[in-house]
């Protein structure tokens, strides 16, 4: 554990023993342990699951203090481990203070956890939801430790606009404005992501300030509700690219368009005379993202549906050895993903909830059949994945909860993020993934 994460815990422990001394200022104390299996039947999704693996498992410990009237401090120390993912590394995903002004308008500072979605900020409360994992088309778990939080400041707030309270009543808006910074780990997450699709190994990765957007629409009868999300993300990544047939490719490309009309023979001679593959690389870019949805519940109901573009903006400076010279060619690459779902859940009874989901992923929302990765080795099936997931969740008791859930794959993705494949022999289009996770939280 960091000096620092040490220096946080027993200042709320400290404040806790003062606050008990005071009737209105105690701290209150949650936290939660999960611990999950995955067994699929060929692939490996981020951990080793076509063995079966254990290796999926949170904890979390959420300090929140009044410190007076209006004015409250919290802090969460979590843990996680999903294969290459979290590690169990005790981090610090919230930590902030938060200022009530009125219903429309709240102020939060600090490292604040990221608005995504319907269901994004509340990913570590697993009682929430039936499923183990949330729709990937929407919410890829790949994306998780880079958008959990993010430090700076946010607004919020929601109400009946003034202006208006002389028309009928249409129902109550609610906001969220959030502008900071988000951690970009090198080695999983957007940067791990953004790597694959560059077909780089990278070494450091960063990012500026930038804002993102939450509006939304709670209808006047109960449980209906709409949602648009806006957000841009920064970023900035160093490596050296893969010695692959990605580069191969683009560098055929350059020559053409640098020498248009160049005999092939002698274009595939200076190709042999130019070395691309594990050359240094830096790419800095914009990632806009756009999400909107539906939810609706009533009594023990939910069912839900939302579609998000991402839309990727990539500006390289490709270097390049020619003549035993280094050189340096710039490259643009844009790409937009594209991802939605269709989610319904009901519950039973007091012990038993059911839900089910279908889910679907495309990496490139112009190229849905791969014809482009065709060229470079990958299967069509590449271009898509399909997921149709059924989930039973059993309430043991007031704080214990067991999940099981199954999924039906079509197409991997997703599969190539946090390993990049290099024979595709042995992936199939069709396959399927286990799920089981045991929760305990207080």
Known sequence: MTKTASLLILTFLTLTAVGRATEHCETEIHGFITQGYLK????????????????????????????????????????????????????????????????????????????????????????????????????????????????????????????IEALPPIGEFYYHFQYGAMDIPKDTGISEVISATMHTKAKESSSKPAGNIVVGWEAPFPGFRLQGQCAKFNYHISGTTFGDSFWETK?????????AGIDEAYRDELAHQITIANMPIFFSGELFLFIYGAEFTWNDLTLAAEGTLVKLEIDADVNYMAAGAQNTYPYLFKNDTLGYYAMGSYRFSDLIKMGIYYSVYYPNKDDRSMSTGISLGAPDYFAWQKDSCMALQFDLNDNAIFKIEGHYMDGCAQLAYMKPLKDYSETRRYWYLFAAKLSFSF
């Open 40 to 163: 699929s039947d060929r692939h490996d999704f981020i951990a080793e699951t076509s063995d079966g693996t254990f290796q999926f498992n949170e904890m979390g410990l959420h300090f929140n203090k009044k410190l007076m009237p209006g004015l409250d401090a919290s802090i969460q120390f979590f843990a996680y481990d999903f294969g290459p993912m979290g590690n169990d590394q005790i981090t610090i995903n919230q930590a902030s203070v938060t200022a009530y002004y009125n219903n429309f308008l709240t102020l939060k500072a600090g490292k604040t956890k990221v608005c995504y979605g319907f269901y994004g900020d509340g990913r570590d409360m697993d009682m929430l939801r039936a499923f183990v994992f949330l729709p990937q088309g929407v919410y890829p778990e790949i994306y998780r430790e880079t958008i959990q939080s993010a430090k700076g400041i946010e607004f919020y707030g929601s109400g009946y606009p003034e202006i």
């Open 251 to 259: 560098k055929q490309e350059a020559i053409g368009s640098i020498l």
